[in-house]
């Protein structure tokens, strides 16, 4: 059977995912072999997944860290003080 | 010998995290509760970024986000005694974070002057990718540019709420799809097709951008036109 962009599209995130049957998976690189928009769309796709589970996209707050676990001494120190 | 480089504090801190280390998550919690309330530190130690983040990408605030993941890791402290294992601690507590962050989302809404996002898009829309007949690889190394990084910041924060949270859990925390399914409270079905829907919003707004960023471009990723 063969596959249009369409179908191709649909099934982009769960072909990254490695998460697509055998059959369905050798339709797709079969269309890609030959569809050079699609090629394009699945490599950018995938390029944006990595690029955005990067540690540096969403940095922490400096003392973050800190201020939270001084808070929870504080809640530990009157939690034990009241019995 | 004891390093006089570190404090009291340090030590401690160090000391409790080897011995949480040592331990499986279930022991730790059972000492916690018997008394042992310091290896809470460590406990939560691998759980205090995802936190925030959930929160950040919920309120968009980092003071509100920060504020709200206090609190939550105060409801975790008091409420450990309910965690039973039936799901990972991390999940466990992501679940509670969820929930503090629509309790602000709640309280914000009660404000005229902050309306409520709504929480709750399942809007089609179009899905069509952005199309383009070339596509120049983005290295880690591109990162290095905080205007790349403004640029994906963004993109994830102005996607709707549902889709924003799947990728956080998804492909920012790297939870499976079982695990976003039960922070989530919907079926590993609707995961996948929110994931989906949401990478695709990614890529026809990201590509664009990006394309300015990859090597070789006119502007080229070291921030000067060549």
Known sequence: ???????????????????VDAQLRAEIDR?????????AVMDSTRNVVVLIADDRIFEIPSGYSERLHRRLEAVFAKESSSG | MTDTSKSTGEIASGLAEREAAALDTAQTIARILAGESHLFHALIQPVERPVFLMLYMLLRDETDAEDAAQE???????????FRGDSKFSTWVLSIT???GLGWLRKRASRPEEPLEPVLDESSGDFTPALLTDWRELPPEALERQELRQCL????????????????????????????????GITP?????????ARMMLQKDLVPQLKAFAPGSKRGWFGRRV
């Open chain 2, 72 to 82: 939550t890791f105060i409801k975790v402290y008091r409420n450990l005694h309910t």
């Open chain 2, 153 to 184: 910041c963004r993109a994830i924060l102005k996607l709707p709420p549902i889709y924003r949270e799947v990728v956080q859990l998804r492909d920012l925390d790297e939870l499976d799809v079982q695990e976003t399914a039960n922070v989530l």
């Open chain 1, 31 to 39: 269309h890609l072999e030959h569809c050079e928009i699609c090629s």
């Open chain 1, 1 to 19: 059977m063969k596959i249009d962009c369409k179908h191709v599209w649909q099934h982009i995130s769960a072909y990254i995912d490695g998460d």
């Open chain 2, 189 to 197: 079905g609707s995961v996948k097709v929110r994931l989906h829907r």
């Open chain 2, 98 to 100: 969820r929930n503090e």
